[in-house]
């Protein structure tokens, strides 16, 4: 049987779609034919200008993944504009900005925000978001990362958090098959982003040749090279896989 991964008449949320490696899974997602709803914190004008000036079709929209209130009142205006929702790729993280260390030296704020938005946030996006998805099925695919997959030390709140999140997978796969909605995660490991460049800091160069030198093929991933695996689990083509996690990691932990 041939595949062909066509999302025409489909639409997508992506939160944390303003930078980085939502805004990647945002016009993949576009050019494949989802009409998408970029949600961030941050203005996603550019995300939203990408995918026009390609033909595609998208909204921007300002929201806090970590307030239930701001996640449903996307979730409304989202439906009410575009009459469906189809698939919703969990990606907005605190992950550039939170400060790593020993596990005994962070500070139990940054540990709570890392919840707040990693963890409760993907929970807030399902709640608001999947809902809709009853009727007609739909594929949600939450971002972990090969922090929880392989355990990254000197930074316990995101490793954890991100744990948290194949959990969840796990579980809302369960609850949710019976509606035709599939729910998986994706793990990659180190991706060239800002975030990244941001997270690592002085320390960015080494940790990355310590990530690459555990890959089976050795060179540091590139946005584009998420972009295939988000598009598989958000269509048909992935249509008895549920409950997964996936590593893009170039062959880093084998799940
Ligand atoms: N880049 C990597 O090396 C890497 C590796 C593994 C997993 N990941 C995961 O991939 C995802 C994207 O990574 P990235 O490198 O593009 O990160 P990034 O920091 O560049 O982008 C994250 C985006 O999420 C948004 N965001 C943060 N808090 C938010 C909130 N409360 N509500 C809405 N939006 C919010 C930010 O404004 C930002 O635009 C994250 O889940 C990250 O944990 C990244």
Redesign the pocket.
């Known amino acids: 049987m041939m595949v062909k991964i066509d999302l025409t008449g489909k639409v997508a949320v992506v939160?944390?779609?303003?930078?980085?490696?939502?805004r990647a899974y945002a016009q993949g997602l576009a050019k494949a034919g989802a009409t998408v709803v970029a949600?961030?914190?941050?203005d996603c004008g550019d995300t939203v200008r990408d995918i026009e000036a390609s033909g595609g079709r998208a909204l921007g929209r300002r929201?806090?993944?970590?307030d239930i209130t701001s996640c449903r009142d996307a979730a409304d205006d989202a439906l009410a504009r575009l009459g469906r929702l189809d698939v919703l790729v969990n990606?907005?993280?605190?992950?550039?900005t939170l400060k790593t260390g020993r596990f005994d030296s962070l500070a139990e704020g940054d540990w709570e925000s890392c919840m707040r938005?990693?963890v409760t946030?993907v929970w807030n996006c399902c709640r608001a978001f999947v809902p809709p998805m009853r009727e007609r099925g739909g594929s949600v695919v939450n971002?972990?990362?090969?922090?929880a997959t392989y355990g990254l030390p000197n930074a316990l709140h995101y490793t954890t958090s991100?744990a948290a999140v194949i959990g969840l997978t796990r579980g809302l796969a369960r609850e949710l098959g019976r509606f035709g909605i599939r729910v998986n995660a994706v793990?990659?490991?180190?991706?060239e982003?800002?975030?990244?460049s941001?997270f690592f800091g002085d320390k960015k160069e080494d940790a990355v040749r310590a990530v690459v030198a555990g890959q089976s093929i050795r060179r540091v991933l590139r946005t584009d090279d998420l972009v295939g695996t988000i598009l598989y689990l958000a269509s048909d083509a992935s249509s008895m896989v549920t409950g997964q996690t996936i590593a893009v990691d170039g062959g880093t932990v084998s799940l």
């Open positions: 939160t944390g779609a303003a930078r980085g490696l939502g949600l961030d914190l941050s929201c806090d993944v970590g990606n907005a993280a605190l992950f550039a938005v990693n946030g971002i972990s990362s090969l922090a991100k793990a990659p490991a180190a991706v982003t800002e975030g990244m941001q």
